[in-house]
C-alpha cells in the first residue's frame, strides 16, 4: 500500500512539476499563502496570492467565439472528416473535377454541422452545470464590513477566511483554522470524494489550538505548502507565524473541497487551493474521450475501404494511361483536350484520372456512415431512455446515457467490475436477529417489517399530501414509532415542493446522519427478548433497590444485559442533536398553544402557491418550532430526573431528548447495533472521551467510567472496550469482533456447572452464527470478560508503557490488546444485513450465464466483502475460494504462484477434467455444440473454474506490481468471481486498466460512490448507480442506472439490440457503398476509364447520405433480432455480441464479395439488356441506379430480422419516390420515359433477384443447417407464448446440464444444478434433527431459499442423493490424490511457517458448520478415523453454508496420505458417517484435502 | 466537478412548478407506455430456413421460365438487318473514302444490300458507331444545356464546360461544345432496287426520332421559335468540324437549329462505346406491303466521318420494333437462367430441408 501510493505520488509530483513549468517559471516549489484581508482586495496589485488560480471553474470547452474554429479544428482530428472535405475541395480543382464543386460540398457541411450542433448541446450541459457550482454560496471574511458575508463559490479567492457551517459543502481546500468543537476537531464527511460515508476528522492547526474564538484580523501568519497535487492523502507544509515560530501542517489540518461539514457547528479556515487546483478537481480528469469497439473495429474496415479504393482508383488511372496510349498521336474526337486547349499525355492525364476517379468512388469511403451512426446512437439511447422497465418509480429516475457514442458496447461486454455497498447493496445496515447466550431471537416482527419497505418500494406512495411537505428532519422525531416511515421521503418532497435550491438543500440534509435511514434506525423489538429485558432491568433494579449483589440475577437475564450494553457502549458512535445549530433553542412555547399555531401553519401552507421559496422557509420555520416541542420539556425532564454525574453537564448535546438523539458511526453497523439496542430500550445518550452514558428501562441513566477503547483493527478483527461497570463496581472488557476471531478467544470458565453451560452457549451460537451467515447476515459476536482489580492492574502497566513507548508504540498496544482480549466469555451473536438491493442475485446469476465474468472492487473488509458476495450469489457455497493476504512483495509472489500451480494442479492437469469445471462451463457457455466451439472458453486457454478469489488491498497493490500482474491475471482469470477488498480507488481503476489492456477485453465499471469514480472512468462502460452516495459516479459514467438490477436489462436487452443493430448497420453500409460504387467501377471499362458515371452526380451524392441510409437508419434503430423477453431468459444470447459474432473481420471481406457479385450482376444484366442499343447514358445509367436501390432494398429487407410496418412504409415510399426526385434538367423526363418502358420492369424483376440469390440462400441455409442461438432465440419468439415457457424452462435446464432436452429426465442429474439443490436440505436435515426442535423457532418470515429447501421433504434415505454424494466424494478423492502428486504440495500450505517469507496470511476462514452441525447432533468425543474424516471434509464442503470451502495457504506442512486409503472405502459407510463424530480439531489436520480444512475454533 | 454532485439528480428530477401541495398531480418522468416507445411496434419477423424460403424460389423458378420464354420468342421475331460501311476493308466501296477524308470534299459511296425477309411494320434505320466512346467524361460534360435551351446569354457566353469548344475566333461557339462538335453527318439514304434493276428511292422520315421532351422542353432555338435564325445566330462561330453552321442543318424551320432532330439525338450521349442511335423511320405505307420487303437494296453514304482514327466502325441498321423495345434475346435468356437456377435451388433446399430441418425444428431450442 505504502509502495503503491509512493509511486503514484511520484507520477503525480512529475505531473505536478509538468503543470508548474507550464504555468509560470519564476513560482517557486512552494506555495505561500497569505491572508487576503492584509491586502487590499480592489487593488489586489500587491496581494501575493493573485496568482493562484481563483474557485471558478470551468470544465466546458468552447466559448461563443472560440466555438467555431475550436470545434471545426477537433472534427478535423477525425480523419474521415479530413478526407471528405479534401475530397470537397479536389473538386474545385478544374483538371479533376468530376461533380459540380458547390454539389460536392454539401455532405461534408452537412455532416460537420451535425456533429457540430451535438458538440454546443454537450457544451452547454456542461456550461450550465458549472454555472451551478459557481453559485453556491458561501461565508466568506470581508475586509471591508468586518464579518463574514455570503458570496458565490465563485468569488473565493485562495488566503480568504471563510466560515463553515455544519453539513455545509466546502468549496475549496481549506485549512482548518478555527472549530467551535471543544476539541478542537471538525468532522467532515468525504463521500464524495472517496464514498467513505463514516466521518472523519479535522483537526484545528496545531497553533490555533488554544484560541477559544478566531479573529481573522489577529491572523498575520504566512503559510507554505506544497504546490496543487492530486493526492488526497497528502499535505505537507508549514505556518509561520509573526514571531517566526513554525508550525508544520498535516493532511489532517485540510479539508478538501467537495466534502461536507459534519457535526461541527461552526468552523473557520482558510483557503490554500481554490477552484481547479483543489485537490478533489486535479483527481478529477476529464472523462476519456471513448470510443466503442465496434467503432475500432469499424475504423479498420474503413481504413480497408480506402485500401479498395486506393486500388481502384490506380487500375482505373492505369487503365486510362493505357487507353489514352492506344490511340497515339492521332486523339479522337471524343477524347476532348483539357480546357486550356492542351493535350495532354498518357501519363499526365492518367493522374489526374487517379484524383478524378477518388472523388467519384469517394462513395466507397461510407461519409454518411458516421452520421447515420451518431443519429442511430441518438435514437438508440431514446429507447433506453424510454424504457419502462428502467424506470425506477422510488426515485422517480430512469436510466441516464450520458455517453451518446457507447451504447453497442453494452452488448459487447466481457468483464463487469462492480463496487459492492450501494451498488450490490442498499448501504443500508439493519439488524436483523440476534442471539444471546445461546438462545435465537429471530426478530419476525423486524423481517415483517423490512419486508413491509420493501413493500413500499414496489408500491408507490401516495402519502405525500402531509408528509411530503415536511423535511427529513421531522422523520428523525418520529423513529420511535415503528409506524409506517416514508422513505427518502425528502429528496422526493422537495423535489415536488419545486424549490431547486431547496431540493438541493434536503439532499444535503439527508446527508446529515450516516446510516439513518427510518428503515435502518426502527427496528422493531422481537417480543420475547424484549420481555426478558424488561424483567431483566426490573430485577436489577429491584435488587439495587434493595442493594443486593448483582450476581445473584439468573446468568441467562445477566448475559441479555450485558449484551445490550456491549452492543450500546462498545463502539465509537458519537451522539449529537439532529438539529444544529444546538443552541437556538430560545423561546418557549406552551405545547397547546404551538400545536394551534402548527395547525394553522398547516392551512396556510396548504393554501400557498405552488411556487417554491417561501414554502420551504415556512417548512423550515414550522420545523424549528417542532423541535421546539419537543425540546423543551426534556430539558425540564433531564433536569429533574437524571441521576447523571454533575461533569454530565458540560455537554449540551446530551441535554436532549433521547428521541431526537442521533448516531453518527464510523461503519454503518456500529450505528445499526445502537439502534437496535435502542429499540430495547437501551440507549446510548451520551458519549465523552471518559464516560459512556446509557440509558436503561427501570434503572434511568447509567454512567459507565470508560476506561479504555480499543479500537477496531482489521487485523484484530474485533473493538473492546474497557469500562467500570456502575452497578457491579467491576472492571468489565467488551469485545465485539468477526466471529471467527472471537470464537478462538472464548474460554468457558473451568467450574463444571457454568462451564458445561458455557461451552453449550458456544455451540449454539455457533449454529446460529452459521445459519446467519447461510442467510448472508453480517454476524458480529459479543464477548464480555470481567478482570479482577490486580488482572487489570498488572494489564493496564503494560498498557500503560505501550502506550507511552516511543518506539514500536503500535506494536505494543497491539499486543497490549491482544493480551486483554483473551479468556472472554460470550454473549451472544447478532446478525445484520446490508440489505442487498432487489434483484442483484437474479441479476448477477443472469449476467453470468451471459457468460461476463463479474468482479467486485469493494472498499470494504474482507468479512463484509465475503458476506455479501455470498449473499448475492457471487461466490457459490461449493466453490473454493483461494484468498491472498500478504503483506510483502515477495509474501504475495509466492502466493500467486502457489495459486497458480494450485489451479493447474487441480484442474488443468487434471487427467480427468474436473467434473465441476466442466459442468461450470457447460452453465456457463451455450451449450449448442453448434456455438461452443467458437465460444470464449474454448479459445481461451485459461477456463474458469468454480473458485472464488477473494484479495486484500494491500495484496492487490503487490500484484498490481508490473512483476506480478501477469500472474494474478492468470489466477484471476481462471477463477469464476473475484472479491478484491479494500481496495482503494486508485486500485480499482488499476485493476481495470490491467483486465482491460491485458485481457483485451471489454470491461464494464459499475459503482456508486466517489471512490469509484477512477474506475468507471477507466473501463469501456462506466455505469453508475444513482443513488446513495452523491452523484460523482453519475457525473463520470456513461450510463447511470437507478438501480443494479437494471444492468440485466441494460446489458442484455439494450445492449443485445444496440450492438446487433449497429453491427448489421455498419455492415450493410460498406456493403451498399461498396456494391454501388463498384457499379461505377465497371463501367470504366466502357468509357475509357474516364472516370465518367452513368449515374447522376446528384445520385451519386446524396445516394449516400440520403436514399439509401434512410431506411437503413429505421432498422438500425428499430429492427429487433430478438425480443427482449426471450433475450432475457436466454442470457446466453448474450454471447452473440461478446462474441462480436454480428461483425467478425471475415463478415467485411464477405459483405465486400457480396456487394461485388451483386454489383456485377446489377450492372451486367442492363449491359447486356441494352448493349448496342440507342440507350443513352443516363436513360442507361437511371435503370441501373434504380436496380441497384432494389437490390439494396431487398437486401435490407434480408438481413433485416424484424419488418416493422413503419419501416415498410417509410422506406418502400421513401425509396419509390427518390429516382424520380431530385432530376436536374439533364435528366429530364428519363425517368417518365423509363416508367414507359416494359424493359425496365423487366429488369427490375431478374436483377435484384439474381443478385440476392446467393445471399437469400446462404442465409435460408443458415437457418436451417447451422443455426446459431440468436436465430433459435428468433425462433422462439415466434412460438406461442405457453409454448415459448415450456421451451424455455427446458432448455434452462438443459444449459445445466449435458443430457438432451427431450430425453426423459435421467433419474439423476449427477452433474447438474438440480442434483445440488437436492443435496442441499438433506445436511440440514441432519443438522435440524441435532439441534431438535428449536430450529423451528427460527423461522424465517421472508422466504428464503434455503427456507424453502428445507420444506421440502426430502429424507435422508434418498437414493439418489447417496448415488450423487458417493459419486461427488470420488471426485474429491480423485482430486485430493492429484494434490498429493503434485510437486507442490508443500507450498499450498507454507504460510506461517518462521522460514517462509510469507509472514501473515491470514486467509478468511469460517468454521465448518457441516462438521460442526454433525458433531453437534451427537457426542463430542468420539474418536473420528482418518478415512471417516475425509469423508467429513466431503460433507463439509457441501454447500450448506457459504464459507464452506476455503483454500488455505496455511502451515504446516502436512503430507496428504488418506487418498490412497480412501480409494478401496466402501462409499455406502458414508452414512453412518454422518452419526460418527470427533474431535476434528485435533484430527482434522491430517486431512489430505488441504483446501477443505476446518479452522480450529473448537477447545 | 467534485463538488458539482449536489442537486444534479434533482436537477433531473425537478418540474418547476409541476406540482403543489399534497394531492395535486405529480408530473414523474415515467416513460409513456405506448408501442413505439416501449419498441412494441407491429412487426413480422420473417426467418429464413430452407423451410420457409422453399416456396419462393420455387415460385420465382415457376414465373421467371415462361416469361423468359416469351421474351425470347418476342426478340426473336423482331427483324433487324445491319450493315457495316466504314470502309476498313479494300473491297468496300467506301474504302476509297475511309482512307483520304478531309473536311472540305465530301465523299460519297454506295453500298449494296439484299433482305432475305421482308420487314413488316415500322422499320426503324439507325446509325451505329463502335468504339465511340460517347461517354467519355471530359466528353459528356462538354456542352452547354442552357444555350441548347435557347438562353441569350449562354448563347454569347458558352459555360466554361465547353472549353475548348467553347469560342472560335474570339466568337463563342454555338452550339458549343466537343459533344455537338462532333456530331454525326454522314448522310445516308435508302434506295430498293427492284427486281428489274430499278433504283427506288424509300421515303425516310426525320420526324420524331428524337424524344419529344428534348425537342420540345429541353431543345429550343434562342430568339422564340419564329425568329429568324440566320440573325439569332449571325454573332456566333459553327463548330470547328462542322462544315455548315447551326442554322443550315436543315431547310425546315421547325427542324433547324438546336431543335434539329439529327443534332438532338446526337446531342443524348451514348451510355456504351457500342451504340446506335436513330436516324430515320420508315413508316409502313399500307397494310398489304410490307414496308420493306424481301430484295436487294442500295446504302448511298455521304461520308463524312471519320472514325479511323480511333479504329471506330460505322453500321446502317435497319430493324423493326416490338413492346419490348429492339432485338435482344439476352433480357428472355436472363429470365430463362435465373428462373431455372432458382428452380434448382430450390430442389437443393428441398433437400436440405427434408434431411436437417426436422431435426433442427425438434430442438432447435436447446441444441
Redesign the interface.
Known amino acids: 500500500m505504502a509502495r503503491e501510493t509512493g509511486e503514484s505520488g511520484e507520477t503525480k509530483s512529475t505531473k505536478v512539476k509538468k503543470h508548474k513549468r507550464r504555468k509560470s517559471k519564476k513560482e517557486s516549489k512552494t506555495r505561500t499563502v497569505h491572508a487576503n484581508i492584509l491586502y487590499d482586495h480592489t487593488k489586489g496589485g500587491d496581494n501575493p496570492n493573485r496568482h493562484y488560480a481563483n474557485n471558478k ?1 470551468k ?1 466546458t470547452k468552447y466559448t461563443l467565439l472560440s466555438f467555431l474554429p475550436k470545434n471545426l479544428f477537433e472534427q478535423f482530428h477525425r480523419f474521415a472528416n479530413v478526407y471528405f472535405v479534401f475530397i470537397a475541395l479536389l473538386n474545385f480543382v478544374p483538371v479533376v473535377n ?1 461533380f459540380q464543386p458547390e454539389l460536392a460540398l454539401a455532405p461534408v457541411v452537412f455532416i460537420l454541422s451535425v456533429t457540430a450542433i451535438k458538440d454546443l448541446w454537450e457544451d452547454y450541459r456542461r456550461h450550465r ?2 454555472k ?2 459557481n453559485h ?1 454560496d458561501c461565508l466568506v471574511y470581508s475586509r471591508n464590513e468586518k464579518q463574514y458575508v455570503e458570496k458565490y ?1 465563485k468569488e473565493l479567492r485562495v488566503g480568504d477566511f471563510i466560515r463553515l457551517r455544519c453539513n455545509e ?3 475549496a481546500d481549506v485549512l482548518l483554522l478555527s472549530s467551535s468543537d471543544p476539541d478542537r476537531l471538525c468532522h467532515i464527511e468525504t463521500a ?2 472517496d464514498g467513505e460515508t463514516n466521518l472523519k476528522q479535522r483537526q484545528v492547526v496545531r497553533s490555533f489550538i488554544d484560541l477559544v474564538s478566531f479573529d481573522p484580523f489577529k491572523y498575520n501568519s504566512v503559510i507554505e505548502c506544497e504546490k496543487p497535487n492530486n493526492d488526497l492523502n497528502r499535505f505537507r507544509g508549514y505556518i509561520i507565524h509573526r514571531s517566526g515560530r513554525r508550525d508544520g501542517l498535516y493532511k489532517d489540518n485540510l479539508l478538501l ?2 466534502c461536507t461539514i459534519r457535526n461541527t457547528e461552526e468552523a473557520v479556515g482558510i483557503v490554500i487551493y481554490a477552484g481547479h487546483e ?1 485537490k ?2 486535479l ?2 480528469n476529464g472523462p476519456r474521450y471513448k470510443r466503442s469497439k465496434l467503432e475500432r473495429q469499424m475504423n479498420v474496415d474503413v481504413f480497408w475501404c480506402v485500401v479498395i479504393l486506393l486500388v481502384m482508383c490506380l487500375f482505373s488511372a492505369i487503365g486510362h494511361g493505357l487507353w489514352m496510349f492506344q ?1 497515339g498521336d ?12 492542351t493535350d495532354l499525355s498518357p501519363v499526365v492525364s492518367a493522374i489526374y484520372l487517379f484524383l ?1 476517379m477518388i472523388i467519384v468512388f469517394q462513395v466507397l469511403i461510407p461519409i454518411s456512415l458516421f452520421v447515420s451512426i451518431e443519429i442511430v446512437k441518438i435514437c438508440q439511447v431514446y ?1 433506453i ?4 422497465e428502467l ?1 425506477d ?1 422510488e ?4 436510466l ?1 446515457c450520458r455517453a451518446l457514442n457507447i451504447t453497442e458496447d453494452l452488448g459487447q461486454m466481457q468483464y463487469i467490475f462492480s463496487d459492492k455497498t450501494g451498488t450490490l447493496t442498499e448501504n443500508k445496515m439493519v439488524f436483523r436477529r440476534c442471539t444471546v447466550a445461546g438462545v435465537e431471537y429471530s426478530h419476525d416482527a423486524n423481517a415483517r417489517r423490512l419486508a413491509m419497505y420493501q413493500e413500499m418500494d414496489s408500491e408507490e406512495e401516495d402519502c ?3 408528509g ?2 415536511l423535511p427529513r428532519r421531522d422523520s428523525v422525531t418520529s423513529h420511535q414509532s415503528g409506524k409506517v416511515v416514508l422513505r427518502s421521503q425528502s ?1 422526493k418532497s ?5 424549490s ?1 435550491a431547496e ?2 438543500r434536503a ?2 440534509l439527508s446527508k446529515h446522519t450516516a446510516f439513518s435511514s427510518p428503515m435502518e434506525k426502527d427496528i422493531t423489538p422481537d417480543p420475547q427478548l424484549m420481555d426478558k429485558v424488561n424483567e431483566c432491568s426490573s430485577q436489577m433494579e429491584f435488587m439495587r433497590f434493595h442493594s443486593q449483589p448483582l450476581n445473584q440475577i439468573p446468568p441467562d437475564l445477566c448475559d441479555i444485559f450485558d449484551f445490550f450494553i456491549a452492543l450500546t457502549i462498545c463502539n465509537t458512535v458519537v451522539v449529537s442533536s439532529p438539529n444544529q445549530p444546538r443552541q437556538k433553542v430560545v423561546v418557549y412555547y406552551p405545547p397547546g398553544q404551538l400545536g394551534n399555531f402548527l395547525e394553522e401553519l398547516d392551512e396556510l ?2 393554501k ?4 417554491g421559496t417561501p ?1 420551504v422557509l415556512l417548512c423550515d420555520f414550522r420545523l424549528s418550532l417542532t423541535n421546539l416541542q419537543f425540546n423543551r420539556p426534556e430539558h425540564d425532564l433531564q433536569h429533574a430526573f437524571s441521576p447523571t454525574p454533575p461533569n454530565f453537564e458540560k455537554t449540551k448535546a446530551l441535554a436532549q431528548d433521547e428521541c431526537e438523539l442521533r448516531y453518527e458511526a464510523e461503519s454503518p453497523d456500529e450505528a445499526a447495533l445502537v439502534y437496535a439496542a435502542r429499540a430495547y430500550k437501551c440507549a446510548l445518550v451520551g458519549r465523552l472521551p471518559d464516560q459512556v452514558t446509557v440509558e436503561l428501562p427501570h434503572l434511568g441513566k447509567l454512567s459507565f467510567e470508560l476506561l479504555h477503547t480499543l479500537g477496531f483493527d482489521s487485523t484484530r478483527k474485533r473493538m473492546s472496550v474497557v469500562v467500570k461497570h456502575p452497578l457491579t463496581e467491576q472492571i468489565t472488557v467488551y469485545s465485539k469482533g468477526a466471529d471467527s476471531v472471537i470464537m478462538d478467544l472464548i474460554r468457558p470458565a473451568t467450574d463444571d456447572c457454568k462451564g458445561k453451560r458455557q461451552r453449550k452457549i458456544l455451540y449454539k451460537t455457533q449454529n446460529y452464527l452459521n445459519l446467519y451467515a447461510a442467510d448472508g447476515l453480517r454476524t458480529l459476536c459479543i464477548a464480555k470478560k470481567v478482570l479482577s482489580k490486580e488482572e487489570y492492574a498488572s494489564w493496564l502497566q503494560h498498557h500503560l508503557e505501550a502506550e507511552t513507548a516511543i518506539q514500536r508504540r503500535e506494536e505494543l498496544l497491539f499486543e497490549s490488546a491482544l493480551r486483554l482480549e483473551t479468556n472472554l466469555q460470550l454473549l451472544g451473536a447478532t446478525g445484520i444485513e446490508d440489505r442487498l438491493q432487489d434483484g442483484v442475485p437474479e441479476t448477477i446469476a443472469s449476467l453470468r450465464k451471459a457468460g461476463l465474468q463479474i468482479w467486485v472492487l469493494t472498499g470494504d473488509k474482507q468479512e463484509t466483502a465475503i458476506n455479501i458476495a455470498y449473499a448475492c450469489k457471487l461466490l457459490d457455497p461449493e466453490e473454493e475460494i483461494i484468498t491472498l493476504n500478504a503483506d510483502s512483495q515477495e509474501a504475495c509472489a509466492v502466493l500467486l504462484e502457489n495459486s497458480l500451480h494450485y489451479i493447474q494442479a487441480k484442474f488443468l492437469c487434471n487427467p480427468r477434467p474436473d467434473p465441476q469445471a466442466a459442468r461450470d462451463y457447460a452453465g456457463i457457455h451455450f ?4 456455438c461452443s466451439p467458437a465460444s470464449s472458453g474454448h479459445s481461451s486457454p485459461f477456463l474458469v473454474h468454480r473458485l472464488g478469489l477473494v484479495i486484500d488491498g494491500r495484496t492487490l497493490a503487490y500484484a498490481l506490481d508490473k512483476s506480478l500482474e501477469d500472474k494474478f491475471l492468470a489466477v484471476a482469470r481462471s477463477c469464476r468471481s473475484v472479491l478484491c477488498c479494500r481496495s482503494t480507488p486508485l486500485q480499482k481503476s488499476m485493476v481495470v486498466k490491467l483486465v482491460r489492456n491485458k485481457l483485451k477485453v471489454m470491461t464494464l465499471a459499475i459503482g456508486d460512490g ?1 471512490n469509484d469514480v477512477s474506475m468507471i472512468q477507466v473501463a469501456d462502460v462506466g455505469v453508475g448507480i ?1 443513488g446513495q452516495e ?3 459516479a ?3 459514467s456513461d450510463f447511470a442506472l437507478p438501480r443494479f438490477r437494471y444492468l440485466q436489462k441494460l446489458l442484455l436487452v439494450h445492449g443485445h439490440w444496440c450492438y446487433s443493430r449497429l453491427a448489421n448497420m455498419i455492415l450493410y453500409f460498406f456493403y451498399k457503398n461498396a456494391m454501388f460504387v463498384a457499379l461505377i467501377f465497371w463501367y470504366q471499362f ?3 476509364f ?5 449515374v447522376d452526380q446528384w445520385y451519386l451524392i446524396f445516394f449516400n447520405l440520403m436514399f439509401s441510409a434512410f431506411p437503413q437508419l429505421i432498422t438500425g434503430t ?1 429492427d ?1 433480432d430478438v425480443s ?1 423477453e426471450t433475450l432475457q431468459e436466454l442470457p446466453q444470447l448474450y454471447m452473440n455480441g461478446q462474441n462480436s459474432e454480428e461483425y467478425k473481420p471475415y463478415m467485411f471481406w464477405m459483405n465486400m464479395i457480396d456487394a461485388f457479385y451483386q454489383s456485377l450482376i446489377c450492372f451486367f ?1 442492363p ?15 437511371t435503370p441501373i441506379t434504380t436496380l441497384a436501390l432494389f437490390t439494396i432494398l431487398l437486401h435490407l429487407g ?1 438481413e433485416t ?6 419501416f415498410f412504409t417509410v422506406a418502400l415510399c421513401y425509396n419509390a419516390s427518390c429516382p424520380t426526385c431530385f432530376s436536374p ?2 435528366t ?2 428519363i425517368m ?2 423509363l416508367l414507359g ?3 425496365f420492369y ?2 427490375c424483376v ?1 436483377t435484384p ?2 443478385a440476392l ?1 446467393p445471399r ?2 446462404y ?7 447451422f ?1 446459431n442461438p440468436v ?2 432465440g ?5 412460438l406461442p407464448v405457453d409454448m415459448r415457457r415450456i ?2 424452462s ?2 434452462q435446464m ?2 445445466g446440464s449435458l443430457g ?3 430425453a426423459p429426465r435421467a433419474p439423476f442429474f449427477p452433474l447438474c444444478g438440480p442434483f445440488q439443490k437436492d443435496y442441499r436440505p438433506r445436511v440440514k436435515q441432519t443438522h435440524m434433527s441435532g439441534t431438535k426442535q428449536k430450529e423451528k423457532a427460527i423461522a424465517n418470515p421472508i422466504p428464503s431459499k434455503s427456507m424453502e429447501m428445507r420444506d421440502t421433504p426430502l429424507s435422508s434415505k434418498n437414493s439418489d442423493n447417496h448415488i450423487t454424494l458417493n459419486f461427488r466424494m470420488q471426485e474429491e478423492v480423485q482430486s485430493c490424490r492429484q494434490g498429493s502428486d503434485s510437486p507442490l504440495p508443500e507450498n499450498l500450505h507454507c504460510v506461517k511457517e518462521p522460514s517462509s517469507p510469507i509472514t501473515g496470511t491470514l486467509p478468511y476462514t469460517k468454521d465448518t458448520p457441516g462438521s460442526r452441525t454433525i458433531l453437534d447432533s451427537t457426542g463430542l468425543e468420539a474418536p473420528l478415523s482418518p478415512t471417516d474424516l475425509c469423508q467429513v471434509e466431503l460433507l463439509t464442503s457441501t454447500p450448506l453454508l457459504p464459507q464452506t470451502e476455503s483454500m488455505q495457504l496455511m502451515s504446516p506442512p502436512r503430507s496428504c496420505f488418506l487418498g490412497q486409503k480412501l480409494d478401496d472405502e466402501d462409499h455406502s459407510n458414508q452414512k453412518s458417517l454422518l452419526k460418527q463424530a470427533g474431535d476434528v480439531d485435533h484430527t482434522h489436520s491430517t486431512s489430505c484435502l488441504q483446501e477443505h480444512s476446518l479452522k480450529t475454533t473448537f477447545l | ?24 398531480a ?1 408530473r ?6 405506448t408501442a413505439f ?3 412494441r ?13 422453399l416456396p419462393a ?1 420455387f415460385i ?1 423458378g415457376l414465373i ?1 421460365i415462361p ?1 423468359g420464354i416469351g ?1 425470347y420468342v418476342t426478340s426473336n421475331n423482331i427483324k433487324e438487318f445491319e450493315l457495316d460501311y466504314t470502309g476498313t476493308d479494300m473491297s468496300s466501296p467506301c474504302f476509297n473514302c475511309s482512307q483520304s477524308w478531309n473536311s472540305t470534299n465530301t465523299c460519297k459511296c454506295e453500298l449494296f444490300f439484299s433482305l432475305d425477309q421482308p420487314f413488316e411494320s415500322n422499320v426503324f434505320m ?1 446509325y ?1 458507331l463502335s468504339n ?9 460534360k ?1 456542352r452547354d ?1 442552357s444555350q441548347l ?1 435557347g438562353d441569350e446569354r449562354s448563347l454569347k457566353e458558352p459555360s ?1 464546360e465547353c ?3 467553347r469560342t472560335n475566333e474570339n466568337k463563342p461557339i454555338a452550339p458549343c461544345g ?1 459533344i455537338a ?2 456530331m454525326f453527318n454522314d448522310t445516308l439514304d435508302l434506295f430498293y432496287i427492284d427486281p428489274n434493276g430499278k433504283k427506288r428511292p424509300i421515303s425516310l422520315t426525320k420526324k420524331g426520332i428524337a ?1 419529344w ?2 425537342k420540345h ?2 431543345f429550343r432555338n434562342p430568339g422564340g421559335s419564329n425568329s429568324n435564325l440566320t440573325t439569332v445566330f449571325k454573332d456566333t462561330a459553327k463548330p470547328v ?1 462542322w462544315h455548315k453552321p447551326v442554322y443550315e442543318l436543315d431547310v425546315d424551320i421547325e427542324n433547324n437549329g438546336f431543335i434539329n432532330e439529327d443534332f438532338i439525338v446526337w446531342m ?11 436516324y430515320r423511320i420508315i413508316q409502313k405505307n399500307n397494310d398489304m406491303t410490307p414496308t420493306l420487303p424481301r430484295g436487294n437494296y442500295s446504302l448511298a453514304v455521304t461520308y463524312n466521318y471519320p472514325v479511323r ?2 479504329e ?1 466502325r460505322k453500321r446502317m441498321i435497319l430493324s423493326t420494333i416490338s ?4 432485338k ?1 434475346p ?2 428472355g435468356i ?2 430463362i437462367t ?1 428462373g431455372s ?2 428452380f434448382f ?1 430450390g430442389v437443393v ?1 428441398l433437400f ?2 427434408h434431411k ?2 426436422n431435426r ?1 425444428n ?6
Open positions: 471553474i470544465t468530376a452545470s458549472d451551478e457550482i453556491m463559490w459543502i466546502l468549496p464524495t470524494l473541497r467537495g483543489t478533489a478537481m483527481n478529477n490511340y492521332k486523339r479522337p474526337v471524343f477524347d476532348v483536350l483539357s480546357p486550356e486547349g478524378t429507447f431512455h424510454q424504457d419502462m424506470y418509480e426515485t422517480d429516475s430512469h441516464q405525500t399530501s402531509h411530503g411537505t429528496t422537495h423535489r415536488r415542493t419545486g431547486r431540493a438541493k439532499s444535503i401552507l396548504s400557498f402557491p405552488e411556487d414554502l451449450s449448442s455444440p453448434v466517489a444513482s452523491g452523484m460523482q453519475v457525473m463520470a466502357y468509357c475509357g474516364s472516370g465518367s458515371a452513368m428499430l429487433k427482449a444484366i449491359y447486356f439488356a441494352y448493349v448496342d442499343s440507342d440507350v443513352d447514358l443516363f436513360t442507361w445509367g434480408i430480422k424484424t419488418w416493422v410496418t413503419l434538367s439533364n429530364y423526363w417518365q420515359k418502358d416494359p424493359i423487366l429488369l431478374v433477384i439474381a440469390l437469400y440462400f442465409r435460408a441455409c443458415q437457418g436451417t443447417l443455426p436465430h433459435m428468433r425462433q422462439l419468439d415466434k421451451f424455455l427446458q432448455s438443459k444449459l438432451s432436452l427431450f | 466537478i467534485m463538488a458539482s454532485s449536489y442537486g444534479a439528480k434533482e436537477e433531473d428530477g425537478h418540474h418547476p412548478g409541476s406540482a403543489g401541495l399534497g394531492g395535486a405529480i414523474t418522468k415515467k416513460p409513456d407506455n416507445k416501449q419498441q411496434l407491429p412487426a413480422w419477423q420473417p426467418i429464413l430456413t430452407a423451410g420457409t424460403v424460389f420465382i421467371f416469361i421474351l439507325y451505329g465511340f466512346y460517347q461517354n467519355h467524361r471530359r466528353y459528356v462538354s444545356d435551351n466554361k472549353e475548348p469548344y466537343a462538335n462532333s424524344w421532351t428534348d422542353v429541353k468540324n443524348r450521349t451514348a451510355a456504351l462505346p457500342t451504340f446506335r442511335k436513330l482514327s480511333f471506330g413492346w419490348m423495345g429492339g435482344n439476352f433480357l436472363a429470365y435465373v437456377i432458382c435451388l433446399l436440405i430441408h436437417y430441418g433442427n425438434s430442438s432447435d431450442i436447446a441444441s
